[in-house]
């Protein structure tokens, strides 16, 4: 009777295991592109600061009442200005675990690192269901495109070449908003007479100076000679870049004596409490002076083009795309789709201090800096941004850091030029 009984349960025990193993093989992923409903739809970036954590937030929760039905995580990275965001998602690529979707910058940042990496799916079809190829401008979607195809969707469109007044300060020195270098240079003599530090500047992360110096570049040189510096067409070596170079030192020697130590929302900070009058910043700074300082546009607060810009804008787009080999592609489109869609565009740039990719979103939803940006995008000669991985390969923005490191310590203006021709061997 005893060996009876052990024979049953020896026998459901086997049972029990067959069962299991068919209800795995019909969960499992089939490989034919649908999506795997256990798998979390983890959107990685870099925006936890103000103004961009509160429009990512947005975005997530306008995409849940749409999909309820597909889990979510916000899988944000802090710190370094997307510099940790990016080592942990270079870790993840590698290894191949990526994330579902990913931020990443339009141009060389996307098309250089992982579309030639092999490492992302072409969205072409995506593109034509919901009908975006006449919705973003021609010139946008060939930064997000390779070798005919489309790899990512872009959400925003920050400037680069803004400078940022204290409208206070200006009124009380009497500063006339400068659209030249000269113009520049004299009203920073006369703010340094009065006690006021001209110029704030955070370059505890180098990518801030690497900014200020691009758009001294852009400023001296034009968008034809600019762009042409990155295809090879322009020495680093020309005249006009040793001119940029020495206009560059110059405005060195405005800035805060701390600025090592502080980071862009601290330069920020400087200019928002009148110790410092102007900075130079993408426009992340404005959803930085509205959302967590509080300011009032055009009360607290001004902008201009920096020096000799004007009519020029230097592009930085944030765009996400579907890697390969994720369990849940069709859940990405979704997230992609709603990331795409006006709705989703206009929930989240007002929030975050950008304007909107789309050329077809609703103004009125937008302050007067988002009004008069949106009409600017649509008529300026477009050109990538250097610091923020539009413009050129990652090897050569990371040459570019270090020499702009060591140019504003030293300010040695022949052995940066040199730094910077060396550096461009990594365009080729």
């Known amino acids: 009777?005893?060996?009876?009984?052990?024979?049953?349960?020896?026998?459901?025990?086997?049972?029990?295991?067959?069962?299991?193993?068919?209800?795995?093989?019909?969960?499992?992923?089939?490989?034919?592109?649908?999506?795997?409903?256990?798998?979390?739809?983890?959107?990685?970036?870099?925006?936890?600061?103000?103004?961009?954590?509160?429009?990512?937030?947005?975005?997530?929760?306008?995409?849940?009442?749409?999909?309820?039905?597909?889990?979510?995580?916000?899988?944000?990275?802090?710190?370094?200005?997307?510099?940790?965001?990016?080592?942990?998602?270079a870790s993840r690529m590698q290894g191949d675990d990526p994330p579902a979707t990913f931020q990443v910058h339009g141009g060389a940042e996307l098309?250089?690192?992982?579309?030639?990496?092999?490492?992302?799916?072409?969205?072409?079809?995506?593109?034509?269901?919901?009908?975006?190829?006449?919705?973003f401008p021609q010139d946008l979607i060939d930064m997000v495109s390779k070798d005919g195809n489309i790899y990512s969707v872009p959400v925003n469109i920050h400037r680069g070449n803004v400078l940022w007044y204290n409208t206070k300060v200006f009124e009380e020195n009497g500063i006339e908003v400068p659209t030249t270098f000269d113009e520049w240079f004299a009203a920073a003599d006369k703010l340094q007479e009065a006690g006021v530090t001209p110029l704030a500047l955070g370059d505890k992360e180098p990518w801030t100076a690497t900014q200020l110096?691009?758009?001294?570049?852009l400023g001296t040189l034009g968008p034809d000679d600019y762009n042409k510096l990155f295809t090879g067409e322009l020495s680093f070596k020309d005249e006009k870049v040793k001119q940029a170079a020495e206009t560059f030192k110059k405005?060195?020697?405005?800035?805060?004596?701390?600025?090592?130590s502080r980071n862009w929302q601290d330069a920020s900070q400087l200019v928002a409490n009148g110790e410092a009058a102007m900075n130079?910043?993408?426009?992340?700074?404005?959803?930085?002076?509205?959302?967590?300082?509080?300011l009032k546009v055009k009360e607290d607060f001004g902008w201009a083009e920096t020096p000799e810009t004007d009519g020029e804008f230097m592009v930085i787009t944030d765009t996400f795309g579907l890697p390969k080999g994720v369990s849940n592609p069709d859940d990405v489109k979704?997230?992609?789709?709603?990331?795409?869609?006006?709705?989703?565009?206009?929930?989240?740039?007002?929030?975050?201090?950008?304007?909107p990719a789309r050329t077809d979103a609703d103004v009125s939803?937008?302050?007067?800096?988002?009004q008069e940006t949106i009409e600017e995008f649509k008529q300026a000669s477009l050109v990538p941004?250097?610091?923020?991985?539009?413009?050129?390969?990652?090897?050569?923005?990371?040459?570019?850091?270090?020499?702009?490191?060591?140019?504003?310590?030293?300010?040695?203006?022949?052995?940066?030029?040199?730094?910077?021709?060396?550096?461009?061997?990594e365009l080729k």
Not at 251 to 260: A, F, G, T, V
Not at 334 to 355: A, H, R, T, W
Request: aromatic content about 10%; glycine content about 8%; charged content about 25%.
């Open 1 to 89: 009777m005893k060996a009876r009984k052990l024979k049953f349960i020896s026998l459901l025990l086997v049972l029990a295991m067959v069962l299991a193993a068919c209800n795995s093989n019909s969960d499992s992923s089939s490989g034919d592109g649908n999506s795997d409903k256990d798998a979390k739809l983890d959107i990685f970036s870099w925006w936890t600061g103000a103004g961009e954590e509160d429009g990512l937030n947005a975005l997530i929760e306008l995409f849940k009442e749409k999909h309820p039905d597909v889990e979510v995580e916000n899988a944000a990275v802090a710190g370094g200005a997307g510099t940790n965001a990016k080592a942990v998602l």
């Open 111 to 135: 098309n250089e690192g992982w579309v030639a990496a092999g490492k992302m799916e072409p969205l072409n079809d995506l593109y034509e269901e919901e009908g975006w190829n006449d919705k």
């Open 213 to 217: 110096f691009e758009t001294t570049l």
């Open 251 to 260: 405005m060195l020697s405005y800035i805060n004596e701390d600025h090592s």
């Open 280 to 294: 130079v910043m993408g426009d992340w700074a404005k959803g930085y002076f509205v959302n967590d300082l509080n």
């Open 334 to 355: 979704k997230f992609l789709s709603v990331l795409g869609s006006v709705e989703g565009q206009d929930v989240f740039n007002p929030l975050k201090g950008s304007i």
């Open 365 to 370: 939803k937008y302050d007067a800096y988002g």
């Open 385 to 425: 941004s250097l610091a923020h991985g539009s413009a050129a390969p990652e090897g050569f923005l990371t040459k570019v850091n270090q020499a702009v490191n060591i140019f504003v310590t030293q300010q040695d203006v022949d052995q940066f030029i040199d730094s910077l021709d060396q550096a461009s061997s």
